[in-house]
């Protein structure tokens, strides 16, 4: 079955410190693959996305994300985090028009 | 302005009750999606449409409808079939090409007392 998986339910970090949110993917073909935002009981907010060429990819708020095709991992990446990144943070995986999610991560920026 | 629209805000039914959840588009959107969100499970794809007048089902989609009448819209029905219906859904749309990424609505939130 295909399937997105983050294997963090939350991620803890100090203001200032790097931020690192991991997501792995098992899906066919050449999935487009996306990072979401959600703040609470809103809609998702698409951050940065992967479709083909350089393996980095930068995104809105200084995000970036770095696509590694042998170890299928998308993970998200930030150098400095802010207290205002504290929210849900999905990964997602387009493979042939169905755009399945990770179970998301809660990501912690304490001051 | 260009977006995507989920109405009601918040919905309340009674157990046994149909219910249809709206998603309308204005974005010229050719796909189309609903998910059911449920704290620590992350998005669960219930149904999509990649076009008008054809939808498939998703990850969940017992207990659940859809229609694609009309390329701006998707309404869901939750039936009193789906044994445990509250949860936040929530609508998206994409251009379903080139990666182009989806929009998402605000969510309605389901409670069924």
């Known amino acids: 079955a295909q399937s997105v998986a983050q294997p963090e339910d939350q991620v803890n970090v100090a203001e200032g410190n790097p931020l690192t949110v991991k997501c792995t993917y098992s899906?066919?073909?050449?999935?487009?693959l996306f990072w979401y935002v959600q703040y609470p009981n809103r809609g998702l907010q698409f951050l940065l996305k992967?479709?083909?060429?350089?393996?980095l990819v930068k995104g809105s708020y200084g995000f970036e994300a770095e696509f590694n095709k042998s170890q299928t991992s998308f993970h998200l990446k930030k150098p400095s985090a802010l207290v205002s990144d504290s929210a849900l943070y999905f990964c997602?995986?387009?493979?042939?028009?169905?755009?399945?999610f990770g179970a998301g991560t809660q990501v912690v920026v304490t001051p | 302005d260009g977006g995507i629209t989920q109405s009601p805000k918040y919905l309340f039914r009674k157990e046994g009750q149909n219910v249809t959840l709206s998603c309308e588009q204005n974005?010229?959107?050719?796909?189309m999606y609903w998910y059911r969100q449920d704290p620590g499970q992350g998005l669960r794809l219930i149904y999509y449409?990649?076009?008008?007048?054809?939808?498939q089902k998703g990850d969940i989609a017992e207990g659940y409808s859809v229609s694609r009448e009309k390329k701006e819209s998707f309404p869901l029905t939750v039936t009193s079939a789906q044994k445990n219906p509250t949860a936040f859904y929530l609508c998206?749309?994409?251009?379903?090409?080139?990666?182009?990424?989806?929009?998402f609505g605000q969510g309605t939130r389901l409670t069924v007392v």
């Open positions: 998206a749309s994409s251009p379903h090409r080139d990666g182009t990424e989806a929009f």
């Open positions: 899906v066919s073909g050449n999935p487009y």
């Open positions: 992967y479709i083909t060429g350089d393996n």
């Open positions: 997602a995986a387009d493979s042939w028009g169905k755009l399945q």
């Open positions: 974005l010229n959107h050719d796909a």
């Open positions: 449409s990649q076009i008008v007048n054809d939808f």
